[in-house]
């Protein structure tokens, strides 16, 4: 048995890897307090704290308003979101991962901790968020290197059939939009820190704490419920509640002025983005300590599907922010629309341009497109095949903008697809996969069961085919989470015929198992978070292959 550590190379020198997280911080809390004694910045009469020796902190807020019971439009909704998402990740080529293979040890798992609904990484910490056993919304943060308990924090603004959903943005003092904080990953998706900024700065000298200057900021909401503006709103006092992500104190506690708002961690910014009399989305971008607004943007974004209206979310990618509200509206980081799509973002109806995976700098340009979404899937498809395309750099991207033109233009559907060729077209293949990667000269598609089909990225010839048979002589009943690179292998997380849970390195060259890994038996899905793997079960948050 091998154990993997994982660790993102830099952009600037691909060959010289991040060290992993630093051994851990210096005493959490601030010095200009007493344990048991009050933080200097909580507002009066809003909120208190209260320290303990292990550094854990309450955030005591009072809700207003009944708790009511969930409504069936919520499940609607999330499912929109979802489809959505699917095909918006196409677009993100995860960071390259660096996979050692050390002689010896006692397996993947480095630590575990109590799960919560949500979780986010970044600034050293492991972040998970959500409703608790006790009926009231709770945070809590762990060092990501070592699982270290940082703090802990409940929400009492959130009921039992209420709903608490956060993020964590980035503490580094100039980080913007595409320098690698968290929710910013997608704007330099190949190289960057993504959700880890900083991370590795915690102890050493002259380094910040772990957390920094980065606050996690949430979305609290006491009970989950319809509105008449269009049932997808939520009843009850809904706050902004924002805390330091170094210490858990509370850094401030906003009513929202809307019940649908929405959050996006931007650098060390968040992003506001809620519906406004009239049917607008109003988009604003603020700093996430003070609050100040940078500035405030109205988008027509707002439009049914054939599930109903949507809730207005934002998304950032490539640099840009996506507004979603059902129309899709894309910003500059200043808040002005962009005129024509972008070549490369994500969008249902348009290709989708994908770098390598690698990090390397290819010759041409890969588009993938769900089939089913953004139109009718094919006769006897089940929605989850792809069409590829493969052209010479610049061309696909150039075709994508044309594609999203001609819709924009309500051009029919031939006139979009013949947009949406590549000028420079070497290939198409049309293939069922759930993901894509570009990796080590090949084009490797993957299904929802793991298995792995390889192209030739210059002529899109299939190269081979393989699947858990052929590296462990077991077939897959499943798989954990999308497939990963490590820039050299195609990490594949599955569940095989016997129940057991593991972690597969393809060679992309052979499609043959490097190596094979058995995951913690309890572990349900695995997926990317910042510089790590990590693995949900039912009740914890798994990190793997971490020292």
Not at 111 to 118: A, N, Y
Not at 503 to 521: F, I, K, Q, S, Y
């Given at each position: 048995m091998h154990e993997v550590e994982l660790v993102e190379r830099s952009d600037a020198d691909r060959g010289d890897a991040l060290a992993g997280d630093a051994a851990g911080p210096g005493p959490g809390g601030s010095a200009d307090r007493a344990p048991g004694g009050t933080r200097a910045g909580a507002r009066a009469g809003g909120a208190f704290v209260r320290r303990h020796r292990v550094r854990r902190h309450r955030v005591r807020l009072v809700a207003a308003g009944l708790v009511v019971v969930a409504a069936l439009a919520v499940g609607t909704v999330r499912d929109a979101r979802a489809d959505r998402a699917r095909a918006a990740a196409l677009a993100l080529a995860p960071a390259v991962l660096d996979?050692?293979?050390?002689?010896?040890?006692?397996?993947?798992?480095?630590?575990?901790?109590?799960?919560?609904?949500?979780?986010?990484?970044?600034?050293?910490?492991?972040?998970?968020?959500?409703?608790?056993?006790a009926g009231r919304g709770g945070v809590a943060a762990y060092d990501a290197a070592t699982g270290e308990p940082r703090w802990d924090a409940d929400v009492d603004a959130v009921g039992p059939q209420g709903e608490l959903t956060c993020v964590l943005t980035?503490?580094?003092?100039?980080?913007?939009?595409?320098?690698?904080?968290?929710?910013?990953?997608?704007?330099?998706?190949?190289?960057?820190?993504?959700?880890?900024?900083?991370?590795?700065?915690?102890?050493?000298?002259?380094?910040?704490?772990?957390?920094?200057?980065?606050?996690?900021?949430?979305?609290?909401?006491?009970?989950?419920?319809?509105?008449?503006?269009?049932?997808?709103?939520?009843?009850?006092?809904?706050?902004?509640?924002?805390?330091?992500?170094?210490?858990?104190?509370?850094?401030?506690?906003?009513?929202?002025?809307?019940?649908?708002?929405?959050?996006?961690?931007?650098?060390?910014?968040?992003?506001?983005?809620?519906?406004?009399?009239?049917?607008?989305?109003?988009?604003?971008?603020?700093?996430?300590?003070?609050?100040?607004?940078?500035?405030?943007?109205?988008?027509?974004?707002?439009?049914?599907?054939?599930?109903?209206?949507?809730?207005?979310?934002?998304?950032?990618?490539?640099g840009l922010l996506v507004v979603d509200a059902g129309a899709v509206r894309v910003l500059d980081a200043d808040g002005d629309a962009v005129d024509a799509w972008p070549a490369g973002v994500a969008r249902p109806d348009v290709p989708v341009v994908l770098a390598a995976d690698d990090g390397s700098e290819p010759d041409l340009t890969l588009t993938a497109r769900p089939e089913g979404v953004g139109g009718d899937p094919a006769e006897g498809d089940d929605g989850s095949s792809m069409t590829l395309r493969a052209g010479d750099a610049g061309d696909a991207g150039d075709a994508g903008a044309e594609?999203?033109?001609?819709?924009?233009?309500?051009?029919?559907?031939?006139?979009?697809?013949?947009?949406?060729?590549?000028?420079?077209?070497?290939?198409?293949?049309?293939?069922?996969?759930?993901?894509?990667?570009?990796?080590?000269?090949?084009?490797?598609?993957?299904?929802?069961?793991?298995?792995?089909?390889?192209?030739?990225?210059?002529?899109?010839?299939?190269?081979?085919?393989?699947?858990?048979?052929?590296?462990?002589?077991?077939?897959?009943?499943?798989?954990?989470?999308?497939?990963?690179?490590?820039?050299?292998?195609?990490?594949?997380?599955?569940?095989?015929?016997?129940?057991?849970?593991?972690?597969?390195?393809?060679?992309?060259?052979?499609?043959?198992?490097?190596?094979?890994?058995?995951?913690?038996?309890?572990?349900?899905?695995?997926?990317?978070?910042?510089?790590?793997?990590?693995?949900?079960?039912a009740t914890e948050v798994v990190a793997l292959g971490q020292d």
């Open positions: 996979a050692v293979d050390p002689a010896g040890g006692s397996g993947l798992e480095r630590w575990r901790r109590p799960l919560l609904d949500g979780l986010v990484t970044g600034d050293g910490l492991v972040v998970t968020f959500g409703v608790t056993a980035s503490g580094g003092a100039g980080a913007r939009l595409g320098d690698g904080g968290p929710g910013a990953a997608a704007a330099d998706p190949v190289g960057r820190a993504g959700g880890d900024a900083g991370a590795g700065a915690g102890a050493g000298a002259g380094g910040r704490a772990v957390g920094g200057d980065a606050t996690v900021a949430c979305v609290a909401v006491p009970a989950v419920g319809k509105e008449a503006w269009g049932g997808l709103g939520r009843r009850g006092d809904v706050r902004v509640v924002v805390l330091d992500a170094a210490t858990g104190t509370l850094v401030r506690d906003d009513p929202a002025d809307r019940s649908d708002v929405h959050l996006t961690a931007l650098g060390p910014d968040l992003v506001v983005t809620r519906t406004v009399p009239g049917g607008a989305v109003r988009v604003t971008r603020e700093d996430a300590r003070s609050g100040a607004e940078a500035w405030t943007s109205d988008v027509d974004a707002r439009a049914a599907d054939a599930r109903g209206p949507q809730q207005a979310v934002a998304r950032v990618e490539r594609a999203a033109d001609a819709r924009a233009a309500d051009a029919g559907p031939e006139q979009a697809d013949a947009g949406a060729e590549p000028v420079g077209e070497r290939w198409t293949a049309r293939t069922p996969a759930d993901s894509v990667l570009v990796v080590g000269g090949r084009v490797v598609t993957a299904s929802a069961t793991g298995a792995l089909t390889a192209r030739d990225a210059e002529s899109g010839d299939v190269l081979w085919a393989s699947d858990a048979t052929t590296w462990s002589g077991s077939r897959a009943s499943a798989g954990l989470g999308a497939v990963q690179t490590d820039g050299v292998h195609v990490l594949v997380p599955l569940v095989l015929a016997d129940g057991s849970p593991v972690l597969v390195a393809v060679d992309p060259v052979d499609g043959r198992a490097a190596w094979t890994a058995v995951l913690p038996p309890d572990v349900r899905s695995v997926e990317r978070a910042g510089r790590r793997l990590l693995g949900r079960t």
